[in-house]
């Protein structure tokens, strides 16, 4: 204990109600303790006695506004107190005023350094403690409304964002749906089902995945390719549904449903409508440039085209049509096989023989 400390009288002086507050109070003396609680009682705040920094820091709560310390302790002395209040993200900004016999200018300026708020000289006076210790309140009265502003902001702010999450959902949902009802719409009219875009569209990100390209990118061609064949709705029935094998004639309008389907989503410009654009002109393009509509070769031809061409081929193989049985998977990798170099890029069709089983787990996921 301190025996050399100055005793603190409590001086006359006007008082005046403040809202109230709990201030800790830190004195290794009880008598300085008992003098500064009593003065804060006549200002109307409640004072919170601590025998030392180890008790006080064992106080410490979000219920503290304002700590009066003193510097002179044993163990652990105030100026060590205060930087250990401002580690605490807890208690980082909370007012601290030092309380202290000390009036060196280098014992302001260390106090200060620490953290302090403010400083004031023993014996106290009661107008001047009133006066510091109502600004120092007011200070943190201040720094509390702008962090519940902030709270409440930020609470906003991810209440918005959410709100915003959840529209930009349902908005894709609505987008994927009217993607899906648009292809949907040109299969049947071709004779084939849902099941067909299903098979197709997992197909071809199943190719695209195991390519190595980006997971959004595998996920855009997953939900585009099932537009690959939307230009079929501007072919005349007797010609798309034909039993028998097309004329010429027939199918040189039968090939303009490329051109068709790339009219139509051309109109949008979303990411989905732009790659299903891409995969509607290009997934009948050959690897020799032998294909329609453009007559592309090799790596002329969109990574996406050629990716399509070897999942819509395989599907139509292994699918019953109005001019042919299914074939067997067997029959169906035997004449891709054929086709490999000429019609299909080598590479795709490799990757996608390579991940066969996971092919026909596809298949078999979306039968008719």
Known sequence: MNTNKDHMPLSDGPVHTLKPARVLVVDDEANNRLILTSILKKLGHEGIPAENARAALDLLDRSIDLVLADIMMPEIDGFEMVRMIRQNPE???????MVTTLSEK???LKAVECGANDYINKPIDLVELKIRVASMLRQKAQQDEIKAFQMDLHHMVEQKTSQLQHALKELDKAHLE???????????KDD???SHILRMSGFAALIARHMGLKESLVECIRI????????KIGIPDDILLKPGKLTSEEWEIMKTHARIGGQILRAGDSDYMVMGTTIAMTHH????????PNHLSGEDIPLVGRICAVADVFDALTSERPYKEAFSVEKSIDIMNQGRGSHFDPAVLDIFLKNLDEVIRIKDRHQD
């Open 192 to 194: 084939d089902t849902a």
């Open 224 to 231: 585009s390719s099932p537009m690959h064949d939307v230009g």
């Open 285 to 292: 393009e050959k690897w020799n440039g032998s294909g329609y």
């Open 178 to 188: 009217a993607i899906l009802h648009l292809s949907a719409a040109a299969e049947y």
């Open 106 to 108: 280098k014992d302001r």
């Open 91 to 97: 208690t980082v900004d909370l007012p601290i005023i």
